[in-house]
């Protein structure tokens, strides 16, 4: 402060004097709070982790986020009834090696000597090598007659000298499940079976795939748009250095994906799922599915868990941990009444559990209130909201579709199901780094949206490439 203005209310009196300390008083105080403020917001970005935010678990570094499941008190592993899986002999071993005894050592024949045989199993690959075949057709011309008669190479042997369809199957399973960079997997087949493969032969077997697929994507696509339930999400991909959106679709049976440039209403329109989908979309609260209104929309409670985790956490408001319990005890609720056989949960039980899920927001708005940083916006003069109530509002807006599992059971609890066809991307572009163009990201889509389909249904993946490499892929029946 100014040392004249100090003289001056001095000079002036006392009233003059206590007028000064109140200006300081308020001054103190109002930077006070914004730095109280600016701590608060510092010490949550610091302590948000995959657990409690939409940071990526990668980013939790050495510091392991809490478990958010619910400790049930069983031990750990295989639970009692569950049926165990362990090495078996089986009863036609494909070779026999009969370690017997021929003599004693006094001299004595032992081969007509009654015995007790000890069988012991090995299970154990053969040597795995390249095999060629060669096919040979005929031209023959009757003698009697002079007809000509052909025989025909099958269909599958177009080429003087071609790989077979195991090893084209090999070679995608290899890139496009397994996610090896392109040289890597040359580096492994030839590991494996002594051929060795350039990486343009591995390209050009996916294309071929590829091709062979745009039937089975069709029919994946339409069965997805006559499914109750689909889940939707969209992560970041890398695609010639820029960054563009892989887009997915997901039932339990069915997956599809579409790289697009945009992550918007025109990308969404594009794909065309959604505009034709009226079952229930659940996502991950991205505001363009809204959009969409000849569906019902379904919010992610995992995400609400996190959300709520990071207020209470480290922001101290009680509500949140109430509505993060509640939720957990709804979703438990569902699983005791499926358990019994239930389909649906009676509608003044739901009308019971609802007004305890208002009770619990009503209840934060007024914690909010008193416990909020109250930061005036340079905008709009007004105070802004914060995040504890941006949070409550969302919840308020959107309670049925927050509570939407608890609506219809075949709704699930979260968007995992999403999630978990997505991650691989992210492992790809960790391994492999990004597509060097767009034919690469739609050949990947295309093959890995077809692959997760079949294992879906019960296929092994190379049961599954063998089929599409053959020009017969697996297409899943209309339930």
């Known amino acids: 402060m100014d040392e004249d203005k ?166 995608n399973y290899l890139t496009t499940y397994q996610l090896l960079p392109l040289e890597r997997a040359a580096e492994t087949i030839e590991d494996i079976t002594g051929q060795k493969l350039s990486e343009g032969t591995i390209l050009n077997s996916s294309l071929r795939l590829y091709n062979n697929l745009e039937e089975a994507e069709k029919a994946i696509k339409a069965k997805i748009k006559e499914s109750e339930v689909v889940n939707f999400d969209e992560t970041g991909i890398r695609v010639k250095n820029k960054t563009e959106w892989l887009h997915s679709a997901s039932t339990a049976e069915l997956t599809y994906y579409a790289p697009h440039e945009k992550r918007s209403f025109s990308a969404i329109n594009e794909i065309n799922i959604l505009p034709d989908f009226k079952g229930t979309a659940v996502h991950d609260h991205c505001i363009t599915y809204y959009k969409y209104n000849n569906c019902t929309h379904s919010e992610c409670n995992a995400h609400n868990l996190r959300y709520l985790r990071n207020i209470y956490e480290n922001h101290n408001q009680k509500w949140a941990k109430s509505m993060a319990d509640l939720l957990i005890e709804i979703k438990y609720r569902i699983s005791v009444l499926k358990d019994l056989g239930i389909t649906h949960m009676k509608a003044d039980e739901i009308e019971t559990w609802n007004n305890k899920y208002h009770k619990v927001i009503n209840d934060g708005i007024l914690e909010d209130a008193e416990k909020s940083f109250k930061i005036i916006s340079k905008k709009t003069g007004k105070p802004k909201k914060s995040k504890s109530l941006n949070l409550l509002l969302k919840l308020q807006r959107y309670d049925i579709e927050t509570l939407t599992f608890m609506y219809d059971f075949k709704v699930p609890f979260d968007n995992n199901l999403a999630e978990r066809d997505l991650r691989m991307q992210k492992l790809r572009q960790k391994i492999s780094g990004c597509f060097r163009g767009k034919n690469g990201a739609k050949i990947f889509c295309r093959i890995r949206g077809y692959i997760s389909t079949a294992r879906k249904n019960g296929l092994k993946a190379m049961e599954a490439l063998v089929l599409a490499i053959n020009g017969n892929p697996f297409i899943p029946q209309t339930a």
């Open 6 to 171: 100090i003289i001056k209310a001095y000079n002036e009196g006392l009233d003059s004097v206590m007028a000064l300390f109140k200006d300081m008083h308020e001054s103190l105080s109002a930077k006070l709070y914004k730095l109280e403020n600016k701590l608060s917001e510092l010490e949550s970005r610091l302590n948000k982790n995959s657990s409690n935010s939409d940071k990526p678990p990668s980013s939790d570094l050495y510091d392991k986020p809490k478990n958010s499941r619910i400790k049930t008190g069983k031990l750990t592993g295989g639970q009692p009834g569950h049926k165990g899986k362990t090495l078996e002999k089986v009863l036609n071993p494909d070779t026999t090696i009969d370690i017997n005894i021929s003599d004693c050592d006094c001299g004595f024949d032992l081969t007509n000597v009654e015995d007790t045989a000890n069988r012991r199993q090995v299970f154990d690959l053969p040597v795995i090598s390249i095999t060629a075949t060669e096919y040979v057709t005929h031209e023959k011309r009757c003698p009697r007659c002079g007809k000509v008669h052909k025989t025909e190479f099958p269909a599958e042997v177009t080429q003087p000298v071609q790989y077979g369809k195991n090893l084209y199957a090999l070679m």
